[in-house]
């Protein structure tokens, strides 16, 4: 008799970034060309600088690295915060394999299970797998797009309290919404904290990437929070380096700093090779974050101004990060995200979303949302601006529902893919 699963694997749930790939990939056998805003997957190039240091490595035994980071790796880290006026000290810092495993160790080290934390949705949907991982709840605070999904007044985080939370988890710059959080915002959800005495683990991953003069405010600068926050980090985003698979996790807190060692022992380390190329971080001047700031908000600004000219769909222009959450004229976005890629495409080529139901908590919410990613070359993106436009008026008559005023005709190079059967 095979034995049942766990409840931790019967209850993991499929990721909707990742999960319509299997249609992705038929797509791409019949010859359909794909522009994937479903992902955020920058296509600028790694800095060249980081690209030599890999090429330059001689070490002939590729050997495991201290648990915590190499002492290079962590002097890049505190430079680079220094840079931004937060002082750390290297046993306040640590080397994990991708933001996932910060985040992953700060639930670990802040709750038991069957504990729960708060989370403003929309939310980063691996939040929901690492919280199932951990066997945490998480209770949402709804973030509306009428507001551009700045965070809920005070009186709610209130009422969200639960007799067993122990932490908030707080995604700035926000992804999926591309929200900028203000200095209040930051302060009222520390005070929060400090006055229920909750750890605040902060997901600055996206802290560079802001617009129109704004700036991301570190929950680290928080006055009289220095034992509450947590704050996750990546460089794949960063330096487009995602498949190096390097974070880190920094913490003032000494007994949370030394469980997540012991965590990070039992995994033995993370990528020595990653960490090699990050040292070379530090020979990049401030000219290359705003060229790559510069850049993606042009790519917002492109986005924004085609997708706002499409019929029925809503959506508030991000202040960071490179994502966005859009309502479309449908109600269901995954239906519609899997008709574009089996049953839609105009001249050879289609997109990709990701429906954003699986950024909810709460039941019933994102049903007609969609996140974008805006990590495509500017003509890309208005070619994908195009595409999105013609199959939201050919999903709509496939569905039988009312056109939309001013709607585009479908053209006559839409080809409707009927799939087999199975």
């Given at each position: 008799m095979t034995p049942p699963l766990s409840n931790r694997a019967r209850l993991m749930p499929a990721s909707p970034i990742r999960k319509l790939m299997p249609l992705a990939d038929e797509?791409?056998?019949r010859g359909v060309h794909i522009y994937h805003l479903n992902i955020g997957q920058p296509d600028l190039e790694t800095p060249a600088p980081m690209r030599e240091r890999l090429a330059q490595y001689r070490e002939r035994v590729y050997a495991y690295t201290p648990s915590v980071g190499t002492p290079e790796f962590l002097q890049t880290l505190q430079e680079y915060y220094r840079g931004l006026g937060l002082r750390l000290g290297l046993d306040?810092?640590?080397a994990t394999t991708g933001?996932?495993?910060?985040?992953?160790f700060a639930l670990?080290?802040?709750?038991n299970e069957g504990d729960d934390a708060l989370v403003v949705e929309p939310f980063y949907t691996n939040y929901r797998s690492f919280a199932t991982m951990a066997g945490i709840g998480l209770v949402p605070l709804t973030s509306r797009a009428e507001d551009g999904f700045h965070l809920p007044p005070r009186e709610a985080w209130e009422g969200a309290l639960t007799p067993r939370t122990r932490l908030v988890l707080?995604?700035?710059p926000n992804n999926p919404t591309g929200t900028v959080y203000s200095r209040d915002e930051v302060e009222m959800v520390g005070a929060f904290c400090r006055d229920h005495g909750l750890f605040l683990v902060s997901d600055e991953?996206?802290?560079?990437f802001v617009y129109d003069g704004r700036e991301a405010h570190s929950a680290l600068s928080l006055s009289g929070c220095e034992e509450l926050v947590v704050v996750v980090d990546s460089l794949s985003k960063r330096y487009s380096a995602c498949g190096i698979r390097l974070g880190s996790l920094a913490t003032r807190n000494r007994e949370l700093y030394q469980a997540c060692v012991r965590m990070a022992q039992g995994r033995l380390s993370a990528p020595g090779l990653a960490q090699v190329v990050a040292t070379a971080a530090t020979s990049l001047g401030p000219e290359y974050t705003r060229g790559v700031v510069t850049e993606y908000q042009r790519r917002r600004d492109v986005l924004f101004e085609g997708l706002s000219g499409i019929p029925g769909v809503f959506l508030r222009k991000p202040?960071?990060?490179f994502y966005f959450v859009a309502r479309l004229p449908v109600r269901d976005a995954e239906d519609f995200a899997r008709f574009m890629l089996t049953d839609f495409q105009q001249d050879a080529a289609t997109v990709m979303v990701a429906p954003a139901q699986g950024f909810y908590a709460s039941p019933g919410l994102g049903a007609n949302e969609v996140r974008i990613?805006?990590?495509?070359?500017?003509?890309?993106l208005r070619a994908a601006v195009a595409l999105l436009a013609a199959g939201l008026d050919a999903y709509r008559k496939a569905r039988d529902l009312a056109p939309l005023p001013g709607a585009p005709a479908v053209d006559e190079g839409v080809d409707f893919h009927v799939p087999a059967e199975g």
């Amino acid at each position: 008799m095979t034995p049942p699963l766990s409840n931790r694997a019967r209850l993991m749930p499929a990721s909707p970034i990742r999960k319509l790939m299997p249609l992705a990939d038929e797509a791409r056998r019949r010859g359909v060309h794909i522009y994937h805003l479903n992902i955020g997957q920058p296509d600028l190039e790694t800095p060249a600088p980081m690209r030599e240091r890999l090429a330059q490595y001689r070490e002939r035994v590729y050997a495991y690295t201290p648990s915590v980071g190499t002492p290079e790796f962590l002097q890049t880290l505190q430079e680079y915060y220094r840079g931004l006026g937060l002082r750390l000290g290297l046993d306040e810092l640590m080397a994990t394999t991708g933001g996932s495993e910060a985040i992953q160790f700060a639930l670990f080290a802040c709750a038991n299970e069957g504990d729960d934390a708060l989370v403003v949705e929309p939310f980063y949907t691996n939040y929901r797998s690492f919280a199932t991982m951990a066997g945490i709840g998480l209770v949402p605070l709804t973030s509306r797009a009428e507001d551009g999904f700045h965070l809920p007044p005070r009186e709610a985080w209130e009422g969200a309290l639960t007799p067993r939370t122990r932490l908030v988890l707080l995604c700035n710059p926000n992804n999926p919404t591309g929200t900028v959080y203000s200095r209040d915002e930051v302060e009222m959800v520390g005070a929060f904290c400090r006055d229920h005495g909750l750890f605040l683990v902060s997901d600055e991953v996206y802290r560079e990437f802001v617009y129109d003069g704004r700036e991301a405010h570190s929950a680290l600068s928080l006055s009289g929070c220095e034992e509450l926050v947590v704050v996750v980090d990546s460089l794949s985003k960063r330096y487009s380096a995602c498949g190096i698979r390097l974070g880190s996790l920094a913490t003032r807190n000494r007994e949370l700093y030394q469980a997540c060692v012991r965590m990070a022992q039992g995994r033995l380390s993370a990528p020595g090779l990653a960490q090699v190329v990050a040292t070379a971080a530090t020979s990049l001047g401030p000219e290359y974050t705003r060229g790559v700031v510069t850049e993606y908000q042009r790519r917002r600004d492109v986005l924004f101004e085609g997708l706002s000219g499409i019929p029925g769909v809503f959506l508030r222009k991000p202040e960071g990060a490179f994502y966005f959450v859009a309502r479309l004229p449908v109600r269901d976005a995954e239906d519609f995200a899997r008709f574009m890629l089996t049953d839609f495409q105009q001249d050879a080529a289609t997109v990709m979303v990701a429906p954003a139901q699986g950024f909810y908590a709460s039941p019933g919410l994102g049903a007609n949302e969609v996140r974008i990613a805006y990590v495509l070359k500017e003509d890309d993106l208005r070619a994908a601006v195009a595409l999105l436009a013609a199959g939201l008026d050919a999903y709509r008559k496939a569905r039988d529902l009312a056109p939309l005023p001013g709607a585009p005709a479908v053209d006559e190079g839409v080809d409707f893919h009927v799939p087999a059967e199975g």
